[in-house]
């Protein structure tokens, strides 16, 4: 018997739950001690599961700082691939944006905790690491909805602008008001984007 697509989601949703919990902790660890100053255990007993749990979560203790890699729904891919939903790049790759962003539970604090522990080397290094790969990934994800080769530089610049957004989102989310959400600011950002990039009247 297949498994109920009800069943999956509360499955990836309680994973998703317990994989930011343990990051959050072991984010708060490093930055009261440092990478090197707690053990996975510390961080097991912190995030409130077994050793056994952590280890089928992430593989190393910088795995756990960094986070698991953000997830979208292959059906949400596969629409993307065949050039939907709209079959205007800009507003698919903003609509996976806002999958990712309603997909996360990012409060202030946990992005300002985030940001000052990624800037230790050592964390940042893997950070970029893991983020060039991520960049690759969605990069051959445009091409072939696009019919392009990956060395197409248009996939790779609409890739950047899509981070740039997310990043300069994450910033303004981090500095604005206390009741401001993060999914709000990016589409703040987005709408601001789409105005400045737009042609001027009559031109």
């Not at 018997?1 to 739950?17: F, H």
């Not at 206390?178 to 703040?188: K, L, Q, S």
């Amino acid at each position: 018997m297949t498994e109920s697509a009800t069943a999956v989601d509360a499955r990836e949703r309680r994973r998703a739950r317990v994989s930011h919990q343990i990051t959050v902790q072991a984010q708060r660890l490093t930055d009261a001690h440092g990478v090197d100053g707690f053990t996975m255990d510390d961080l097991a007993r912190a995030a409130g599961v077994s050793r056994r749990t952590l280890f089928n979560y992430f593989d190393s203790k910088v795995d756990a700082i960094l986070g698991r890699k953000p997830d979208l729904p292959e059906d949400a891919l596969a629409t993307f691939r065949a050039g939907g939903p709209t079959g205007d790049l800009v507003t698919d790759m903003a609509g996976l944006a806002e999958m990712l962003i309603s997909s996360q539970t990012l409060t202030r604090e946990e992005a300002l905790l985030s940001r000052r522990v990624l800037e230790v080397e050592r964390l940042l290094e893997a950070s970029h690491a893991r983020m060039a790969e991520w960049t690759d990934e969605f990069v051959a994800l445009v091409a072939e909805r696009e019919g392009t080769g990956e060395d197409d530089p248009r996939a790779r610049i609409a890739v950047a602008v899509f981070i740039a957004l997310l990043d300069i989102s994450l910033d303004r989310f981090v500095a604005g008001p206390a009741d401001a959400d993060f999914a709000t600011t990016y589409a703040e950002i987005l709408t601001t984007t789409r105005a400045l990039m737009a042609p001027a009247a009559g031109a």
